[in-house]
């Protein structure tokens, strides 16, 4: 595609209940990201792929985080039991290369009722 | 860590003045950093990238400037217009503890061009 895409774009859910966020990047473009956005706060950083592979998965918020990327290609960001505290815009960004522009989808709205 | 401050919060300006954003950066100095533009409901879009032996960048109506002594960049939008009104968000390339590489942003400066 042209873009990057995200899937859903909104999401509403009961709490305790597992999400599964999903993200199609630019095709070709080895980095992909994942950040958490708080309604009026800034981007916070979850996790990076390097193709495949992401080195440190620290930057997520606990346990009930856990992200994958299959290749080069998609990648999922699950949330399981979700908190009210989950609520926010989840992001994804990928890039050519790890110094190069970003490039951002529109974001999954999630929302923990 | 890397630790990133926006001047300010918010900024208004009449339309015609240049506006002008401050990002700081706190331990060592980057390779490069970027700016991006963030509207209500959107993603981050892209805008300039300045490296570290780069003194300034243009890009039309935008100049950014990277002063790796003051740990500094400056973002200047001159004959700004109502459509320029933004959060205006500053990023840098980081690395945690287990050396992976991660694309840290400010939070951000939001700014209003006055008509």
């Known amino acids: 595609g042209a873009g990057v895409s995200q899937s859903p774009s909104n999401k509403v859910t009961e709490k305790g209940k597992d999400v599964e966020l999903r993200c199609d990047p630019i095709?070709?473009?080895?980095?992909l990201y994942w950040y958490r956005q708080r309604l009026g706060q800034g981007l916070e950083f979850l996790i990076y792929?390097?193709?495949?592979?992401?080195?440190?998965k620290s930057g997520l918020p606990s346990d009930r985080f856990s992200a994958e990327r299959t290749g080069e290609s998609v990648s999922t960001l699950t949330i399981q039991r979700t908190q009210q505290e989950d609520s926010a815009v989840y992001l994804c960004?990928?890039?050519?290369?790890?110094?190069?522009?970003?490039?951002f989808g529109q974001g999954t709205r999630l929302t923990v009722v | 860590s890397q630790k990133i401050e926006q001047n300010s919060e918010a900024l208004n300006i009449q339309e015609g003045k240049t506006a002008t954003l401050t990002c700081n950066y706190t331990n060592y100095s980057p390779a490069y950093l970027q700016w991006y533009r963030q509207d209500p409901g959107r993603g981050p879009v892209f805008l300039l990238l300045i490296r570290e032996n780069e003194k300034e960048k243009r890009k039309e109506r935008l100049k950014v400037t990277f002063d790796t002594t003051l740990k500094q960049s400056l973002f200047h939008i001159t004959a700004s217009q109502p459509a320029d009104s933004a959060t205006y968000l500053c990023a840098l390339p980081a690395y945690s503890g287990a050396g992976s590489y991660q694309l840290t942003f400010g939070k951000g400066t939001k700014l209003s061009v006055i008509p």
């Open positions: 095709s070709g473009h080895t980095a």
């Open positions: 792929f390097q193709g495949n592979s992401a080195p440190d």
């Open positions: 960004a990928s890039s050519l290369y790890e110094n190069t522009e970003a490039f």
